[in-house]
């Protein structure tokens, strides 16, 4: 696909669909899209069907517009999957997806197998927003479309930070503030600033970190009691797995919470800073992501599951030594 202008086919009811527990590219790319639509083709009545997510997005335009209640509808001519790598991460709005008369994915992660009638994958780019943003025809990206696209590249890239920042990248961020978006604002107020509950909910995970492997992997956990007692969702536990991931000496970080679905499981974020490529450790799994940041769902004591992470990170560690 070259073009989203390709796929749009005189598509009448659109849906635009991002993975489960939507983090800010996301987000970013999902609402990206519809502001684009709506000005692109104002005739087309477009919907975007996502969990909720964090306060601090809600000044994009079009976060108003979004449904959180997945209500029954007939089925849509065209759906949008948004950043999510396969299927099942679609979480409660996979029936818009299923029922969909066609679908389009537009995504990053380097598990994403391709899924749908027609998908593009760039498992270089830093983000799904990225990925839109070679889609899109720059001239028709508003401010308010800019401010989404931004917003999803800062989130993903920690702040132009993570080793997914390309020289592609800072040229679209470039572009995107060419439109008279504010930067400052986005990264201040969507990606440093954090709650009070965030807060106290990083000092919890990070007093229950342990080390593995002489120091090389740092995991810390969040369990249920934690949640209640701070008054936690998964949405305030954003940026922690990237605290523990600066311990000196860490080449590997975990985090562990909850799953949603069910109090016996585990949530597990992984983030590599070195050669384990933890994409293949969530794969195994049955989760996915990147290289260098993934996820996957395990169950057993906590540091039952770590132990069955770090086996992994240090057989592949053994074999790149
Ligand atoms: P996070 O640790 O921030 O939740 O996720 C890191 C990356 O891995 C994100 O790009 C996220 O979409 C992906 N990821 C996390 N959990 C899963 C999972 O269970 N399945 C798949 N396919 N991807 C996941
Ligand atoms: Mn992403």
């Not at 809600?58 to 976060?63: E, N, R």
Request: proline letters at 3%.
């Amino acid at each position: 696909m070259r073009r989203i202008e390709e796929v749009l086919d005189g598509a009448g009811r659109i849906c635009i669909l991002g993975h489960i527990h939507p983090d800010g590219d996301c987000v970013g790319a999902c609402l990206g899209l519809y502001n684009y639509l709506k000005s692109a083709c104002p005739e087309a009545q477009v919907t975007v069907h996502l969990e909720p997510f964090s306060e601090y997005f809600s000044f994009l335009q079009g976060t108003e517009q979004v449904d959180h209640a997945f209500p029954e509808l007939p089925p849509y001519d065209l759906c949008f999957v948004m950043d999510c790598g396969d299927r099942e991460r679609l979480g409660p709005t996979v029936k818009y997806f299923d029922s969909a008369r066609r679908k389009v994915c537009v995504d990053h992660h380097i598990t994403n197998q391709g899924f749908g009638d027609v998908w593009e994958v760039q498992p270089d780019a830093s983000s799904a927003c990225e990925v839109l943003y070679s889609l899109l025809d720059p001239a028709q990206i508003s401010r308010d479309t800019a401010e989404c696209l931004y917003l999803g590249i800062v989130h993903d890239t920690g702040v132009f930070k993570h080793s997914n920042t390309s020289r592609r990248t800072m040229e679209v961020a470039g572009q995107l503030l060419e439109k008279g978006i504010s930067p400052a604002y986005i990264i201040d107020e969507t990606f440093s600033k954090k709650s009070f509950a965030q807060n106290k909910a990083l000092g919890r995970a990070l007093l229950s970190a342990r080390l593995w492997l002489d120091g090389r992997l740092v995991a810390g956990v969040i369990t249920a009691r934690d949640m209640e007692e701070l008054g936690l969702d998964s949405r305030h536990l954003d940026g922690i797995v990237d605290q523990l991931r600066v311990t000196d000496g860490a080449k590997l970080a975990v985090f562990l919470y909850p799953s949603n679905e069910s109090q016996q499981e585990w949530k597990v974020s992984m983030r590599s800073n070195d050669k384990v490529d933890v994409s293949r450790i969530a794969v195994s799994f049955g989760g996915g992501g990147h290289v260098k940041a993934a996820g996957c769902t395990l169950r057993g004591e906590w540091t039952a599951v770590v132990d069955q992470v770090a086996a992994l990170a240090e057989q592949q560690m053994r074999e790149t030594e």
